[in-house]
């Protein structure tokens, strides 16, 4: 078991059973939900940006919009969707990046 620093942690992504999250450009695993680390995780600038996606928010360099919702480029080079949310929740999504 390994212990990170939240605050290392550029993105939270849901696959399947589990959570990716990226730490300086490499993936790993956790089994908590998107859902239970949204609520922990939000006092430190974390923000559900897509239903499979939460992002730090300082981690966010670009947003780029595209057709049916945008993209987000992250410090550590990945990009990731911003969309398939409901509207007032991408509303708060984008307030939020602001």
Known sequence: M???AARRVTRFRAADKYTLFRVDGH???VRDSLESLEERLAPLGFIRV?????????ACVALFS????????LSD???CRESSLPR?????????LN
């Open 66 to 73: 595209e057709p049916g919702g945008a993209s987000l480029e």
């Open 50 to 58: 897509h239903r499979s996606e939460l992002v730090r928010r300082d």
């Open 77 to 79: 080079g990945s990009m």
């Open 27 to 29: 993936e790993h695993l």
């Open 88 to 96: 007032d929740r991408q509303a708060r999504s984008r307030r939020d």
């Open 2 to 4: 390994r212990f990170i």
